[in-house]
């Protein structure tokens, strides 16, 4: 069994930074694909950015320039580091461990409980 858990999420100001943690625990000896979702209330759960063998990918245009994924391998964690955070970037983060297949990020069913983003003044 694989265990994810965020943490990191938080109460932030329009304009500010929060970085969020996604550890990886149990029968998994490497996190080679992860995407990052968000799901704000009465909206369906989106796909924000993954992370592969290739790079990161981007789906959201409104975090372009703003969101970047990073993973430390020796600690099992991808960090999601948001900055210049907006209102509308409130929502509950979720990771999910992908599965890599040429660079190309594809979901598991391994989530994280989630962590809250909360961005008003």
């Known amino acids: 069994q694989v265990q994810l858990v965020e943490s990191g999420g938080g109460l932030v100001q329009p304009g500010g930074s929060l970085r969020l943690s996604c550890v990886a625990s149990?029968?998994?000896?490497?996190?080679?694909?992860m995407g990052w979702y968000r799901q704000a209330p009465g909206k369906q759960r989106e796909l924000v950015i993954d992370?592969?063998?290739?790079?990161?990918?981007i789906y959201v245009d409104s975090v372009k320039g703003r969101f970047t994924v990073s993973r430390d391998s020796a600690k099992k964690t991808v960090y999601l580091q948001m900055n210049n955070l907006k209102p509308e970037d409130t929502a509950v983060y979720y990771c999910?461990?992908?599965?890599?297949?040429?660079?190309?990020?594809?979901?598991?069913?391994?989530w994280g409980p989630g962590t809250q983003v909360t961005v008003s003044s």
């Open positions: 149990g029968a998994i000896v490497s996190i080679n694909a």
């Open positions: 992370f592969t063998s290739a790079g990161s990918k």
């Open positions: 999910n461990l992908g599965t890599d297949y040429s660079g190309t990020y594809y979901p598991t069913p391994r």
